[in-house]
């Protein structure tokens, strides 16, 4: 994905599509490629200057920006200097303070006292002092995974994943509908499966589409077209919502595919640890959602990047979790000092037993979850628990004490992604003008005619189609509640009975 400020559509027509690059920019994504090549060892504002003499040769600026933004993604900057910037500065400022600098004179002199404390010389001492701001960082490294041709290949899916960030509905027709509705389902978006007349349509949504936008879901959006990409045959339209206009976006596999590389967005793991754990824990599909090294938590002076957040689905609150592993009593030592100092923030940190630091950790106000050779998923659950009895409280609050949807059938996730809320808020709220089937909120009227409907002696997929008129996919319990049930005949299919 690109940030929004590189993207480039084209309005014509009322429509929305972006503009992607084609064969004709490979030599573009060369230069682009070569010129980050030729700044290892030099300052980031050298190359960026290098960067924007290529814009005028260019389509569109953003074109070269955008090239560049994702060529970063494999860069390594880092900052060169005779003494720690931060020391430097310190030392320079109170040299400063002390002599009373107006002149350059004077700055010359504060510079001079400063270096001979830190025992480095006037000059090395200049160039530290502002080493650690991005200009003046240095370019130490760059591998690069794609070659032109891959560049402008990513370039087009990042560009039409940014075109996705404000879509409000997704339509898509995939040769691999499994994979589709997999990839949805693991991004947590709710989904409804039509019928056309070039065949099924997943027709998918935020659950905050009708209450509240967030980054979140667009997204969400775009990291689901990545899995669409990767098939054969595949079309997607989307609604977007262009500041206020709603346009139309068509993408198809002729616009967008995916290079044949790891994609940049895939989670790392410091320990195996911390991968078992994120698998287990991203597999229960809670309210919660995993984000892997979330943003940076001021820790005095420092700052900490915690290993995970847990970011609740439903408001704006968020836990951070750290996992501490048998690590040495150095390293155990400065993790105490950061938790000590770390801002104000509601915090989990798994604790090997081998430490013996649980209490340290509990003492800084964090609570400590012991665990020796892997994390227990279900001590995390519990813990988040207790926030979530609280948050659930205040969403229910929300709510009205009773609910009417319009339609006649309705899924309590459905009804509750409606009103932004967990399926949990909604134990307490009645919904009287429907029957709660299994998961689903069924009108009597349309229980009336499923009961004329279904018989004895139908087939499970002729019983299916029917249900399916009426939107409904929860066999088993609406067969239940009409006193019916399938005799099951092996994995073929089955047929209905009465039940006993």
Known sequence: MLTKDLLRVSRAGGGYHPQFADRAHRPLAARVLGTFADHVDRPRATLEDALADLEPDADHFKLVRGFAALCERDATFETRAAVPPERARRLTFEAAEDIGVVTEDDRDRALARAADRLGVDAG??????????DPRQILSDFDPRWD??????????????TALFDAVEVRVRSSDPRTLLSA???LGLMYEIRRTDAGREVVVTGPDHLFRRTRRYGTAFARLLRSVAKTDDWRLEATVDDRGTERELVLTDDDVS??????????????GVEADFAARFTALDLDWDLVREPEPLAAGTRVMIPDFAFEYRYADFTVFFEIMGFWTPEYVSKKLDQLATVEDVEMLVAVDESLGVGEDIEARDHRAIPYSGSVRVKDVVDALRHYEEELVAETRATLPDELRPDADVVTLEQLA??????VDALDDVAVPDHDRVGRTLV?????????DRLEP???LAEAEAIL????VDDTSAVCSTLGLRVEWEGLSGGTLRRAD
């Open 124 to 133: 090395a001492l200049d160039d530290a002092l502002y080493a650690d701001r």
């Open 148 to 161: 032109p041709d891959g560049l402008v290949e990513q370039y087009n899916l990042s560009l039409a994943q």
């Open 184 to 186: 949805v389902k693991r």
């Open 258 to 271: 995916v290079p044949g590389v790891d994609p940049v967005t895939e989670p790392t793991y410091d320990s």
């Open 417 to 422: 992604a409606d009103h932004g809320v967990s």
């Open 443 to 451: 009108r009597p009227a349309v229980l009336d005619d499923l009961r």
């Open 457 to 459: 002696g139908q087939t």
């Open 468 to 471: 399916d008129e009426y939107g």
